[in-house]
T-cell receptor, first 114, second 112 residues
Framework: SQTIHQWPATLVQPVGSPLSLECTVE??????LYWYRQAAGRGLQLLFY??????ISSEVPQNLSASRPQDRQFILSSKKLLLSDSGFYLC?????????????FGPGTRLTVL | RKEVEQDPGPFNVPEGATVAFNCTYS??????FFWYRQDCRKEPKLLMS???SGNEDGRFTAQLNRASQYISLLIRDSKLSDSATYLC?????????????FGQGTRLTINP
């Protein structure tokens, strides 16, 4: 069966510091992968998605970037964090085919920028 | 207008009650529909897909009205463990990778 991992689970970073969040998927190959952010009291915002190694599409202009160095690895980065980057970051993979062709989320990383 | 709109609640109902959530979507070409459940400080998890003919999964019933662009979720005989935020989710139409649009969620608290 497929599983998705994210780390770290929790992170507290100062404004202006760099960021690297990692997501890995097991039990599937060439998955579509997604990064979302959920700010406090708000809905999920799609940040990036990837259909394959090295292929990244950005949904929202911001100071974040994403990379996919391996088939089942998706990384979210920033060179300099802003206060507004605080939130719950969720990685998801797409389960293709059938009625459950939808997205499944990892446990998330809770980021606080101070 | 938001692509997917939900009543944010909160809904506070006694255990054993029946509760219904509604959701509207703006894109008439949307292809698939889902309800997700999100517990406090946890990731969203798929609760059920929503089919055109309506579908039931135990105490949960989902309905879709394409003409009115309206989706509903009914929970019967509610349990304390049903307390969560329920997200209405709409898919498509998009080219390339699948994209989902999430409502802001309806918060439900079941009281003993």
């Amino acid at each position: 069966s497929q599983t998705i991992h994210q780390w770290p689970a929790t992170l507290v970073q100062p404004v202006g510091s760099p960021l690297s969040l990692e997501c890995t998927v097991e039990g599937t190959s060439n998955p579509n992968l997604y990064w979302y952010r959920q700010a406090a009291g708000r809905g999920l915002q799609l940040l990036f998605y990837s259909v394959g190694i090295g292929q990244i599409s950005s949904e929202v202009p911001q100071n974040l970037s994403a990379s996919r160095p391996q088939d089942r690895q998706f990384i979210l980065s920033s060179k300099k964090l802003l206060l507004s980057d605080s939130g719950f970051y969720l990685c998801a993979w797409r389960g293709i085919g059938g009625p459950t062709d939808t997205q499944y989320f990892g446990p998330g990383t809770r980021l606080t920028v101070l | 207008r938001k692509e997917v709109e939900q009543d944010p609640g909160p809904f506070n109902v006694p255990e054993g009650a029946t509760v219904a959530f509604n959701c509207t979507y703006s894109n008439s070409a949307s292809q698939s529909f889902f309800w997700y459940r999100q517990d406090c400080r946890k990731e969203p998890k798929l609760l059920m897909s929503v089919y055109s003919s309506g579908n039931e999964d135990g105490r949960f019933t989902a309905q879709l009205n394409r003409a009115s662009q309206y989706i509903s979720l009914l929970i019967r005989d509610s349990k304390l463990s049903d307390s969560a935020t329920y997200l209405c989710v709409v898919k498509g139409p998009f080219r390339g990778a699948q994209k989902l649009v999430f409502g802001q969620g309806t918060r439900l608290t079941i009281n003993p």
